[in-house]
C-alpha cells in the first residue's frame, strides 16, 4: 500500500503563479512518480464565487486536488475562523489520512492546522516548507526594513524600531507564539541555504531543517538553445541582450536596473538591448510607479518594456536572451528565475546578497555585482558586454535545476526518514 | 454622650495628675491665662468699670451678660465679678471673678434680688490670677489678688434681674451689685468656664463635673496658646483602632501628656509616651519665629477605638500641670481600606530614620486597613470547562487573571504543546469580573484553535490573588497546583514534566519552581533568597536568586532556595490546604505571600526547591499599566518602595512569629 502525502498549499497555481504554490504543485504532480507514494493536494483560496454554499472545500480539477475557503492574519497567520476550518480540517485529514502532511507556507493556510494533523494521528509527520521570511520579519517577511535597508537579523527592539507601530513585547510575543506552533513540525525544508540559516538563528534547530531546491518540470526544456553571444565576438555589430524577468515591484530592483542602463557609456549602450518583461507596475504604490514611469521615459533607448509575459512564451523570450539579470534589492530566497535562466542555460547578473548570491556561483553560472548599487550593476553589464570568451565559460557552467522529479524523490526520502523516526518514538 | 452626665467631669479630672504634685509643676495653663485674657485689659480701671446691661445676648466669645458693681464693703477691698451665668443642669448660678487685698479666702456666697435670697454657696473656690495681680502690683502696691468661682445651686433663677452678690471672705462680708441675664445658659455656661478653664482646670472639675458631656468637651479647649498642633490625618485601621499623624510643638518646656480619648467610652491612652515621632522640617520652619521648635515634632500614633460609633466621637487632650486642653478629632471618612492604606503608606517618614519603630506602629495598621474583600470560603465560584476536562489529571494549572488577559492567547497556545497523555487539567481562575465577559468569549475560539481542553472559573468577584487562588483550588483535581501567572511561557515542552519529576524524587519538597527568565533571555531569578536589609535589620526582604545576569554556563542542578517566585510554582495540593494557602495581608507583591507559604512549609519539614533545567519566560510588568490604574500612587517609585518595606516588615514579624529562619 503506497504512503499519502497531503501536499498544503496556501494558493493553486491555477489561480496564482507564485513561486510556492508552484514549487508545491510540482512536488504533488511529481511525488506519484516515486514509487510508493500518492500524493493529494490541498490549496487554499480566497475566491468567492469557488465557494458552493457554506461548504468550505471543493474538488479541484478531477483526482486528487481539493481547495478550501480560508483565511488568515498576516501577524500570527492564525485562521480568521478557526471554529468553521478545524473541524472541517480534522474531518479532512480522516477521509484523506496522510502519511505526510507537507505545508507549504503556512500564511494564508493557519498555523493551527500544524497542530491539528499531530492531534490528528501524531505518527503522521509533518514538514513545511518555508518560502520567504514570513515568521522572522513581520515587514512582508523580506527582511528589508520601512527605511529601506537591508534587514540581517530580526530582534525585538530593532523590529520595534522598523515597525513602530507594536511595542517591542509584541514581536517577542509574535516570535514565541509561531514557534509554539512549529513545535508540532517534524522537519522543515528550505529551499535555500540562505534562508535556512536565517530560521535556524531565529530559533529552529538546525537538525530540523535541510535545504531542497525547489524541482522544475523539465518538459519542454530548451536545454541548449541557441546561444546568440556565442557569435557576438565575431560579430562586433550584434547587440548583447539583457532580460529582466518577473513582477515589477518595488523590490525586485527594476529602478536599479533603469538607472544602471542610464550610466552605461554611450558606446556601450550601442551594443546593448536592455528588455524588460514583466507586469504589475499598475498595482504598486504610486510613488514607486511614478520612478520607474519617469526612469522608463528618460531612459536610454537600450532599455526596452515589454510588459507581462506567460510562462507558456518563456522559452521564447528568455530564450533569446543573452542574460538574465536579477537587480531585486532585497534577500530573495530560492528564485524561480534563476532556476528557469538555468534551465535555458542563460548566465545571470545578480546581487551579491541573500538566495540569488547563493543559487548563482559568482564567475560559474554568473557574475555579481554589489547589490543595490547601480553604478556596479553597470560595471557589471560593460564587462559582460567587452569581455571575450565570458559567457561562454559561464554557460559551459551551467547545470540543469533540479527536476520535479528528482525533487520529489529527495522528498520522499525525507518523508521515509521521518515517518521512521516517528514509528521508532513511538514504539519506546 | 448627654448620658454621660457627671462621668466627663470624673474622666477629665482622672487624667490630671495628684493634686499635691500640683504646686510643683509649673503650669502652662497659667501662662495661657495670661496671655489669653482679653476682658482683663490693662489700662482698665477695675473700680470705675460701669456695669453692663442686663439681658445682653452677647454669645461664647463674647463678653457675658455680667453686671458688675462697685465694691461696697470694706473699702481696701477690690472686688469684680466677671461673669455670672445661670446654669439648668445643675440648676444654679455659676459666679467668677477677682478680689484683691481679702483678708482671707472667700468662703461664702450669697445671692439676693429684691432683698430675696436667691441662692447661696458654703464654698468659694480661688484660683491664681496673675494678670490682675500684675494690674493691680502696678496700681496699689502690691495688693494680694486672686480669681474665685462660685456655684449657687437654685432652681429658680430669675432672668433679667438685678442682685447683690454677698460674699464672706475671712471677717469681712461684702456685696457688689450684678444683674441676672438670660439667654443661652448653655452657651453662657460654656464661656464662662472656659474664662477660667486654664488658671483652675481641676477646681472646676471638682465642682462642675457633674455637667453635661456636651458642655464639659465645649468647655475644654481651646488649647493652650503655648501649643502649637495639628493633626493631618485620622484613619481607621480596621473596626478597632485608628491611625493619627500630625505634629504637636510646645513653645515652653512644660511637661506635657496626650492623650487619645474615646469620648463615647470615656476610654483614654496615653499616646505621647509611645508615638512615633517624625521629622516635620516644614513645622520648624514655619515656627521658628516663635521659638526653638523641635523638627521631630511630628507624630504618629496607633490608638484603639471601642467601636465604629466611636469614630465621631474622638478626641486628643493635652495634660500639662493642672489643665487640660482637648483637641477634636473629626471624624474619619468611612473606611476607604485603599485611600487609607495609601494614607498610611504616605506616613512613612522620607528619611526613613525610625523606620523600624514606624512599622510598630503603622505595621498593624496596615495590615488591619487593607482592602476587605470576600473570603474564599465564604463564596461559590463556577467552573465552566471548555472541551473534556482530563481524567485523572496529576497536576492542576490554575492560571489568575486580573485586569489584563492578552496574553493568555499565547500562554495556551503554549501549554497545548503538552502532550495529550501527560496533559494537566487547566483552570483559568478570573479575578476580575469586568474580563469573565471576553474570556469565556474567547473560550471556544481558543478551544478551536489550540485542541486542547481548559475551564474557566469565577467567583464574580475580585478576590484578590491570594483568595482566588485558594478559592480555585478548592475544585483543583490534580494533587499538584502549578500556580502559573498568565504572563509566563514555558522554554520548552516538557517543563511541566521535568517538575513533576521533583516531587516524585524529592518526597521532602512541597514547592518547586523552575528559573525564571526575561524576554530577552537573561535571568529573572533562580529562586528566591530572604535577606536582611541592611539599614533595617529587623526587615527581611527576598533577593531574586542571579537577577539580570546573563543566562549562560548556569549550574542546572536542583537545589534548595527560601522561595520561588510566585510567577510559577508547583505546590502539593495536600500541603497548600493544610497550610490554609497563602497569606493575603501583604501588599501587591505576592512573592512575599508565596515566601510566606514556603517559610510556613519549611516549619513542618518540607523544603522548596528549584529545577533550573526548566526555564520559563516572565514578561514581568505586563500588567503594570493595569495597577497604575488601580493604585495609582504606585506610579511614584517611592510609594512602591514604601510597599516593599511594608511587605519586608510583616514577613519578618511572619517569620518571628512562626520561629523561622530569617535570613
Known amino acids: 500500500m503506497s504512503k499519502r502525502v497531503l501536499v498544503v498549499s496556501h494558493a493553486h497555481p491555477d489561480f496564482s503563479k507564485g513561486g510556492a504554490e508552484v514549487a508545491a504543485y510540482n512536488l504533488f504532480k511529481a511525488v506519484p512518480d516515486i514509487k510508493g507514494w500518492d500524493a493529494h493536494f490541498l490549496a487554499r483560496h480566497g475566491i468567492p464565487a469557488l465557494q458552493r454554499g457554506n461548504a468550505i472545500s471543493i474538488s479541484h480539477n478531477g483526482g486528487n486536488e481539493t481547495l478550501f475557503a480560508n483565511e488568515t492574519d498576516h501577524f500570527y497567520f492564525n485562521l480568521t475562523q478557526p471554529e468553521r476550518t478545524m473541524p472541517w480540517f480534522r474531518s479532512f485529514l480522516k477521509g484523506v489520512k496522510p502519511d505526510v502532511v507537507h505545508f507549504h507556507h503556512y500564511w494564508q493556510v493557519g498555523l493551527e492546522l500544524l497542530g491539528e494533523v499531530k492531534r490528528h494521528s501524531p505518527k503522521t509527520a509533518v514538514v513545511v516548507t518555508l518560502h520567504e521570511f514570513l515568521a522572522v520579519c513581520s515587514q512582508h517577511g523580506q527582511m528589508l526594513k520601512t527605511n529601506g535597508q537591508l534587514c540581517r537579523k530580526s530582534s525585538d527592539a530593532e523590529c520595534h524600531a522598523c515597525l513602530p507601530g507594536r511595542p517591542p513585547r509584541d514581536y517577542f510575543l509574535r516570535k514565541r507564539y509561531l514557534q509554539t506552533f512549529f513545535h508540532y513540525v517534524d522537519h522543515f525544508v528550505s529551499p535555500s541555504e540562505f534562508l535556512r540559516e536565517r530560521y535556524i538563528e531565529w530559533g529552529i534547530p538546525a537538525e530540523k531543517i535541510s535545504v531542497i531546491e525547489n524541482g522544475l518540470p523539465m518538459h519542454g526544456a530548451v536545454t541548449d538553445v541557441a546561444t546568440p553571444a556565442a557569435t557576438a565576438s565575431e560579430e562586433e555589430s550584434r547587440v548583447m541582450r539583457f532580460g529582466y524577468f518577473g513582477q515589477v515591484n518595488p523590490f525586485k530592483g527594476i529602478d536599479l536596473l533603469l538607472s544602471a542602463a542610464a550610466l552605461l557609456p554611450k558606446a556601450i549602450q550601442k551594443k546593448v538591448s536592455i528588455e524588460v518583461h514583466g507586469g504589475g507596475l499598475e498595482h504598486q504604490p504610486e510613488e514607486f510607479r511614478y520612478k520607474v514611469e519617469k526612469l522608463l521615459a528618460d531612459a536610454p533607448k537600450c532599455v526596452r518594456y515589454y510588459g507581462p509575459y506567460s510562462q507558456d512564451d518563456l522559452p521564447s523570450i528568455m530564450g533569446n536572451v543573452d542574460w538574465v539579470v536579477m537587480p531585486s534589492i532585497w534577500w530573495e530566497n530560492s528564485p524561480v528565475v534563476i532556476q528557469e535562466s538555468y534551465k535555458f542555460k542563460r548566465p545571470l547578473i545578480v546581487g551579491d546578497i541573500g538566495g540569488m548570491a547563493e543559487k548563482v556561483k559568482h564567475e560559474e553560472t554568473g557574475l555579481h555585482f554589489r547589490a543595490r548599487n547601480a553604478f556596479d550593476l553597470a560595471r557589471v553589464i560593460q564587462r559582460a558586454v567587452t569581455e571575450p570568451g565570458l559567457w561562454d565559460r559561464l554557460h559551459a557552467g551551467i547545470k540543469p535545476p533540479l527536476s520535479s522529479t528528482d525533487c520529489a524523490d529527495i522528498h520522499t526520502t525525507l518523508y521515509n526518514q521521518i515517518l521512521d523516526r516517528l514509528q521508532s518514538q513511538a514504539a519506546a | 454622650m448627654s448620658g454621660n452626665k457627671g462621668v466627663m467631669g470624673q474622666f477629665l479630672k482622672s487624667l490630671l495628675p495628684k493634686s499635691d504634685d500640683l504646686a510643683a509643676v509649673p503650669s502652662v495653663a497659667h501662662v495661657a491665662a495670661v496671655e489669653s485674657d482679653s476682658r482683663m485689659p490693662a489700662e482698665v480701671e477695675p473700680s470705675s468699670i460701669e456695669p453692663l446691661a442686663s439681658g445682653s445676648d452677647a454669645g461664647i466669645g463674647q463678653e457675658l451678660p455680667v453686671a458688675v458693681g462697685p465694691v461696697a464693703a470694706p473699702s481696701q477691698l477690690q472686688c469684680y465679678a466677671d461673669s455670672l451665668v445661670a446654669i439648668r443642669k445643675p440648676a444654679g448660678l455659676l459666679i467668677s471673678g477677682w478680689i484683691a487685698d481679702g483678708s482671707g479666702d472667700a468662703t461664702d456666697a450669697a445671692l439676693k434680688s429684691e432683698g430675696r435670697l436667691v441662692a447661696s454657696s458654703a464654698w468659694v473656690f480661688r484660683y ?399 529562586g528566591l533568597l530572604r535577606v536582611r536589609v541592611a539599614p533595617w535589620p529587623q526587615m527581611v526582604d527576598l533577593e531574586r536568586v542571579n537577577n539580570g545576569h546573563p543566562n549562560a554556563a548556569r549550574p542546572t542542578a536542583l537545589r534548595r532556595v527560601d522561595a520561588v517566585p510566585s510567577a510559577c510554582l508547583l505546590v502539593k495540593r495536600r500541603l497548600f490546604e493544610v497550610l490554609g494557602g497563602f497569606d493575603n495581608r501583604y501588599l501587591l507583591e505576592d512573592e512575599f505571600a508565596v515566601a510566606d507559604f514556603c517559610a510556613r512549609a519549611e516549619q513542618i519539614g518540607y523544603v522548596t526547591l528549584l529545577q533550573p533545567s526548566v526555564a520559563m519566560r516572565h514578561l514581568e510588568g505586563h500588567s503594570w499599566d493595569a495597577y497604575v490604574a488601580e493604585e495609582p500612587f504606585l506610579a511614584d517609585i517611592n510609594w512602591r518602595h514604601k510597599v516593599h518595606l511594608y511587605n519586608c516588615w510583616r514577613h519578618a514579624q511572619r517569620l518571628a512569629q512562626a520561629g523561622g529562619r530569617a535570613a
Open chain 2, 128 to 526: 491664681p490670677r496673675p494678670d490682675v495681680a500684675t494690674y493691680l502690683d502696678a496700681a496699689n502696691d502690691a495688693p494680694n489678688a486672686y480669681g474665685f468661682a462660685c456655684f449657687l445651686p437654685a432652681t429658680d433663677v430669675p432672668d433679667d434681674a438685678d442682685a447683690a452678690l454677698h460674699l464672706r471672705c475671712g471677717e469681712a462680708e461684702f456685696s457688689i451689685q450684678v444683674a441676672i441675664g438670660s439667654g443661652n445658659r448653655d452657651a453662657y455656661a460654656i464661656g464662662a468656664l472656659q474664662g477660667v478653664w486654664y488658671a483652675a482646670s481641676e477646681q472646676l472639675l471638682t465642682h462642675f463635673g457633674s455637667l453635661p458631656a456636651e458642655i464639659m468637651t465645649a468647655v475644654v479647649g481651646p488649647m493652650p496658646t503655648s501649643l502649637r498642633l495639628h493633626v493631618d490625618n485620622c484613619i481607621p485601621a480596621g473596626d478597632h483602632s485608628v491611625v493619627i499623624n500630625g505634629w504637636c510643638a510646645a513653645l515652653n518646656k512644660a511637661p506635657l501628656e496626650v492623650y487619645f480619648v474615646d469620648e463615647l467610652t470615656l476610654e483614654a491612652t496615653r499616646v505621647d509616651q509611645t508615638w512615633e515621632r517624625t521629622l516635620r522640617a516644614d513645622v520648624a520652619e514655619a515656627l521658628k519665629d516663635q521659638g526653638p521648635i523641635n523638627r521631630h515634632c511630628g507624630f504618629v500614633c496607633v490608638a484603639p477605638v471601642g467601636s465604629a460609633e466611636s469614630l465621631g466621637n474622638l478626641a486628643l487632650y493635652f495634660v500639662s500641670g493642672s489643665s487640660i486642653g482637648r483637641w477634636p478629632l473629626l471624624p474619619p471618612a468611612p473606611l476607604k481600606p485603599r485611600p487609607n492604606t495609601e494614607l498610611l503608606l504616605g506616613m512613612f517618614g522620607k528619611t526613613q530614620m525610625h523606620m523600624d519603630s514606624m512599622m510598630r506602629q503603622l505595621g498593624p495598621a496596615i495590615e488591619t486597613a487593607l482592602p476587605l474583600r470576600p473570603i474564599a470560603r465564604d463564596v461559590q465560584g463556577d467552573l465552566r470547562w471548555f472541551g473534556t476536562a482530563p481524567k485523572n489529571p496529576k497536576a492542576t494549572i490554575i492560571i489568575p487573571v486580573w485586569r489584563k488577559a492578552d496574553l493568555l492567547r499565547y500562554q495556551l497556545a503554549a501549554l497545548s504543546t503538552i502532550s495529550a497523555e501527560k496533559r494537566p487539567e487547566i483552570i483559568i481562575a478570573i479575578d476580575d469580573p469586568a474580563l469573565e465577559e471576553s474570556i469565556v468569549g474567547s473560550g471556544d475560539d481558543w478551544l478551536a484553535r489550540f485542541g486542547m481542553p481548559f475551564a474557566i472559573y469565577s467567583c464574580g468577584y475580585n478576590l484578590g490573588f491570594v483568595e482566588q487562588l485558594k478559592s480555585a483550588a478548592s475544585v483543583a483535581r490534580g494533587d499538584v497546583l502549578v500556580l502559573m501567572h498568565s504572563d509566563v511561557l514555558p522554554d520548552q515542552a516538557d517543563w511541566l514534566e521535568q517538575l513533576l519529576a521533583v516531587f516524585d524524587r524529592q518526597p521532602r519538597c512541597g514547592v518547586v519552581g523552575p528559573k525564571l527568565l526575561y524576554e530577552d533571555g537573561s535571568i529573572h531569578s533562580e
